[in-house]
C-alpha cells in the first residue's frame, strides 16, 4: 500500500484546511484509515480515525467538533477537513493504513499502523 498525502500550508488560527491522503493498492473502504500528527519537540500523536466498511469514524478529543475525516471511494482518497484552527494544531500530519486490523482499541497506537503516507505540514499562525 502506498499512501500520498497532500494539502498542508499555512493559515492564521480561525481558519479551514483540508488535507488529502491517496491510496494506491488497496481500497480505502476495506481497510482502516486514519490520521496522526507530529508537533515540534513532541511526539506524534493520534488524530482521527475512519474505519473499514460502514466507516466508523473516531476523533482525539482536542480535535472533536472540529475536524472531520471522510472518504471518497470512487478517488480511493481519505480526507481531513480542518475547521477553527488553532496554533496548537500546527504538525506535521500523516495519513496510515491498518491493514491487519489492528486497530481495535481507540485510540490506536502508532505502531499498530502498517503503513504511512510522507506527512504534510500544517501551520496555523496566531
Known amino acids: 500500500v502506498q499512501l500520498q498525502a497532500s494539502g498542508g500550508g499555512l493559515v492564521q488560527a480561525g481558519g479551514s484546511l483540508r488535507l488529502s491522503c491517496t491510496a494506491s493498492g488497496r481500497t480505502v473502504s476495506s481497510i482502516n484509515m486514519g490520521w496522526f500528527r507530529q508537533a515540534p519537540g513532541k511526539e506524534r500523536e493520534f488524530v482521527a480515525t475512519?474505519?473499514?466498511?460502514?466507516?466508523?469514524?473516531y476523533y482525539a478529543d482536542s480535535v472533536k467538533g472540529r475536524f472531520t475525516i471522510s472518504r471518497d471511494n470512487a478517488k480511493n482518497t481519505v480526507y481531513l477537513q480542518m475547521n477553527s484552527l488553532k496554533p496548537d494544531d500546527t504538525a506535521v500530519y500523516y495519513c496510515a493504513a491498518d491493514v491487519s486490523f489492528k486497530w481495535s482499541v481507540i485510540p490506536p497506537r502508532e505502531d499498530e499502523s502498517d503503513y504511512w503516507g510522507q506527512g504534510t505540514l500544517v501551520t496555523v499562525s496566531s
Open positions: 475512519i474505519m473499514w466498511g460502514a466507516g466508523s469514524t
